[in-house]
T-cell receptor, first 117, second 113 residues
Framework: GAVVSQHPSWVICKSGTSVKIECRSL??????MFWYRQFPKQSLMLMAT?????????EQGVEKDKFLINHASLTLSTLTVTSAHPEDSSFYIC?????????????FGPGTRLTVL | DAKTTQPPSMDCAEGRAANLPCNHS???????VYWYRQIHSQGPQYIIH???NNETNEMASLIITEDRKSSTLILPHATLRDTAVYYC??????????????FGKGTHLIIQP
């Protein structure tokens, strides 16, 4: 199946700093990528939809100025958590949809665990 | 997307078939049933999807009732590596665009040795 990678797999940062997380589709082109967040013992929550070459669409309650998304190419989307605080500590997961697949399967990355001290 | 109901947890003996139920009584005619699973601390993995016919692939089988109000995911010979949270998601097929997935709480399947 299609492979999606994320980098880094985990990161620890100080409060107030910014962290960038990369999501790459390795063997397919993805016009659409999604960013999810998962807090401990909870389910995944969709944060935003990232479309190549256009602005991301954010879910209600997600601050677009805090979670900056860039999808500059068909294989790369980045999520930057700006001025991170301890409450932003979470498991961030991206997924990508193969542009050539007619039905709506999404392939997920392995996730990035962010810990803000 | 239609709401789904799944048992919070299930146990299954290794080597036996694991049958995971999902209720989706408000499903509409153009909504598909998707199953994903998430092994601890990993990203979700697609398993299977279907509309109204039963489906089978190398991972699992999906049985959808005739009225489509419920479905069962079957892992024919469960192994310890199948221990995960299994999510049943009902959603409209959107071939042109794409929507993010709405995850419920899922079923935590524990395979016992």
């Amino acid at each position: 199946g299609a492979v999606v990678s994320q980098h880094p797999s985990w990161v620890i940062c100080k409060s107030g700093t910014s962290v960038k997380i990369e999501c790459r589709s390795l063997d397919f082109q993805a016009t659409t990528m999604f960013w999810y967040r998962q807090f401990p013992k909870q389910s995944l929550m969709l944060m935003a939809t990232s479309n190549e070459g256009s602005k991301a669409t954010y879910e209600q309650g997600v601050e677009k100025d805090k979670f900056l998304i860039n999808h500059a190419s068909l294989t790369l989307s980045t999520l930057t958590v700006t001025s991170a605080h301890p409450e932003d500590s979470s498991f961030y997961i991206c997924s990508a949809r193969d542009s050539k697949v007619s039905w709506n399967e999404q392939f997920f990355g392995p996730g990035t665990r962010l810990t803000v001290l | 997307d239609a709401k789904t109901t799944q048992p919070p947890s299930m146990d299954c003996a290794e080597g036996r078939a694991a049958n995971l139920p999902c209720n989706h009584s408000t499903i509409s005619g153009n909504e598909y049933v998707y199953w994903y699973r998430q092994i601890h601390s990993q990203g979700p993995q697609y398993i299977i999807h279907g509309l109204k016919n039963n489906e089978t692939n190398e991972m699992a089988s999906l049985i959808i009732t005739e009225d489509r109000k419920s479905s069962t995911l079957i892992l024919p010979h469960a192994t310890l590596r199948d221990t995960a949270v299994y999510y049943c998601i009902v959603r409209v097929y959107s071939g042109g665009g794409a929507d993010g997935l709405t995850f419920g709480k899922g079923t935590h399947l524990i395979i016992q040795p």
